[in-house]
């Protein structure tokens, strides 16, 4: 008896055992399973036409060819033309070889007297584990295993044209860094994924070692171009040496593009966290040393209309620690492959010349006299470094495309906090009407435009229809009545793994987090707006200075810096720039040298001054926790689990209503922005472990000032709950 199979199951079970072995093959017989089973695939909705501007669409709208053919098309990318073909093992018979790690082994053994085999063989044991695999056959696998899944869940993939072409040509002759954004797992499969599609090099990437004990996932990213290091490796200098040289040759040789996430991790909270220089300062040392005449770095943002992780992302942030990365945890998230998840758009910035960019800062002849086993940075180069990754980090998000949906989430936070303004007005149990909701998204949709932030708003529809759409793609977390009044839909209360939050408090802020991550991806086109209507809108007199203005603009900012992206030297430029916007909006209005505040407290700026209210009102809850408990030292985890339970309290009473507080990254980075005021000091103990010191009058000084901006309950109120829980927080503690 003969049995037809289909191509696509041949496919997957060829490209398995060619490419990874009879290990894969098992793991892809069940992806084929389920892709190939019956049900048909999603087709692209009219919202997602072919082509938008400069993007264009590559997942739906090829020319009459299947996904088979299509990941077994001719593959022709660009190569660098001073590449010296290798194998992926050459790579790391190359780095064993080199100076620096030959100097390396030495010293070590001179210092602490272990055998040089013994090191040699730790250092061949660390590039194994380390090193990548790329082949085509695990790129091509990918390219239609993805293609399958991928036009099950998503509308349509977007990338933008305007700079691929220039970006093929710059990988002929320089070696090129890929930096996009990192805001979900996806995001290093998508580029990939990307590159086979557009023609362009598939790029080598850093990815974290715990993906490797996926049974057989982790060999297929390895072959897919992943190369592993260990999330921290402190003081290990055999181990940092490696690294170094392993990113360095793949630099100097232009193997492949380099791949790697500036932040160091995902955002959780879906905004862009403080720049990571370990991976860039080693790419950039070949530069430096004159080794290559020049670098390109490519900036790129990558947006979601629905994360695939929303709720994870929610319940981490709340201190439920994240599912270990394991194939059968894969295997078991497969019914995401029966949702909607909108549109994902993918876009390359301009590349930036490092050669340009440094001209006037660095003197790479500082090098020429030092041994090349040396491996430093000059002042110079470190400050350089520092000012490319924020600029790379701010190139990002202003290539960020929104959707809709961060506009509807923005509002619906506001409407669910009480006193809060049009739509906002309405209690929660009352839920939004559709026509007013609109018409709140169609205002914000024009402030978003009006001070430079980009959307996917499709053309020809109205805003009505547009609402309608989005709603439907995030109808786990809303519905729409007959009556057309949307809801938050209710969260089951969750047993909670955190002893600060009661089930019904992990349940409300999950729904409340969850929104708060799509608001999160618009605020860095507000910030500097925000930053000036809070001081607008909490102002008692008649009108304010620009003098007084730009003094607590930039208290916010040094305060705020760990929660949002800041060039220091820019203060006067973006006060200026924000202020000219604000008043060509009419959003404030100024005579003279003041800001007349009652005509300035308006629609726009009240708005925009509850969107960053959170934030502060979490920094004073802090504040007022560290003031009231009389301690030497903390630690930063005590501090932050003390004041989260603090504001569960706070909450639970009513005092507080805003639940995104509850997030420890937000308390993290509260606490490292008091660090970096001098409300906190960094010492290190009698133990010798590091730990914070308090200093209660620079912390009542913050506190007063961020009461003088955002309503916040009194000090007796909070001092009164602090001294209810001390006892079972000092416990705890």
Known sequence: ????????????????????????????????????????????????????????????????????????????????????????????????????????????????????????????????????????????????????????????????????????????????????????????????????????????????????????????????????????????????????????????NGDAPVEFFLEGT?????????????????????????????????????????????????????????????????????????GDYGNIHVSFNAPISVHEYFRAGVDRSVHATLPRYMSSHSVEEVACTQSLAVDVLLQQQKAIVLSPWSLVAAILLQHSQPGGMGVAERSQLEGVGVAELAEEVHWLKLQLENFGGRINWPGGYTTEAILMDTLTVHSDLVSVSNENRVYLKHV?????????????????????????????????????????????????????????????????????????????????????????????????????????????????TVFMSRMFEPFLVAYWVLCQFLLTHNRASWKIRDIIEGTQGLEAAMLNHGMLHHYEILSLELLSNAVNGLIHCGAICREKAANGNPSLLAKPFELSKVATEIASMVTVPTCDDAAAYVKILAVPLSAKL
């Open 1 to 252: 008896m003969i049995r037809a199979i289909p191509s696509s199951k041949f496919f997957l079970h060829v490209c398995a055992k060619q490419s990874a072995g009879w290990v894969l093959g098992d793991f892809c017989r069940l992806v084929a399973l389920q892709l190939c089973s019956s049900g048909s695939i999603r087709r692209a909705m009219s919202f997602s036409p072919k082509r938008k501007g400069t993007y264009e669409e590559i997942l739906h709208h090829r020319s009459q060819q299947s996904d088979v053919g299509w990941s077994l098309r001719s593959y022709t990318p660009p190569q660098y033309r001073y590449c010296s073909p290798r194998r992926p093992i050459d790579v790391g018979t190359a780095v064993l070889a080199s100076p620096i790690i030959r100097h390396t082994v030495l010293q070590l053994s001179e210092e602490d007297g272990s055998s040089v085999e013994r090191l040699e063989q730790e250092a061949e044991a660390i590039v194994k584990e380390m090193g990548h695999d790329l082949g085509m056959g695990a790129i091509r696998l990918f390219a239609f295993v993805l293609s399958k899944a991928w036009r099950r869940i998503y509308k349509a993939i977007y990338v933008n044209s305007e700079h691929l072409t220039k970006l093929q040509g710059l990988c002929k002759d320089y070696p090129v860094l890929l930096l996009p954004s990192h805001r979900s797992y996806m995001d290093f499969l998508l580029m990939s994924y990307v590159c086979f599609a557009v023609n362009l090099p598939v790029p080598v990437i850093t990815a974290g070692a715990d993906f490797m004990s996926m049974k057989g996932v982790g060999s297929l990213l390895r072959k897919s171009g992943a190369f592993f290091i260990r999330r921290q490796f402190g003081s290990d200098k055999l181990y940092w040496a490696i690294f170094t040289e392993y990113v360095q040759s793949l630099v100097r």
């Open 266 to 338: 995902r955002s959780r909270a879906q905004k862009s966290m403080g720049p990571k220089l370990g991976c860039l300062s080693a790419a950039l040392e070949p530069y430096f040393k004159g080794e290559v005449a020049d670098i390109y770095v490519v900036p790129i943002g990558i947006s979601y209309d629905r994360l695939l992780e929303e709720t994870l992302y929610a319940y981490e942030l709340l201190g439920v620690p994240k599912p270990k990365e394991s194939t059968s945890g894969l295997l078991k998230a497969r019914h995401v492959l029966s």
């Open 492 to 604: 089951d209360d969750v047993k909670s793994k955190n002893a600060a939050l009661d089930p019904v408090t992990m349940a409300t802020a999950v729904r409340h987090l969850t929104l708060a991550l799509y608001r999160n991806q618009l605020l860095h086109v507000f910030q500097n707006l925000g930053l000036v209507a809070l001081v607008v809108t909490g102002s008692q007199e008649n009108e304010i200075s620009l003098e007084d203005l730009y003094k607590k603009f930039m208290f916010l900012r040094n305060l705020l810096c760990k929660d949002f992206i800041f060039r220091p030297c820019d203060v006067e430029k973006d006060f200026n720039g924000v202020l000219l916007g604000m008043k060509h909006t009419n959003a404030i209005v100024q005579e003279n040298n003041h800001i007349l505040v009652a005509p300035s407290v308006n629609k726009c």
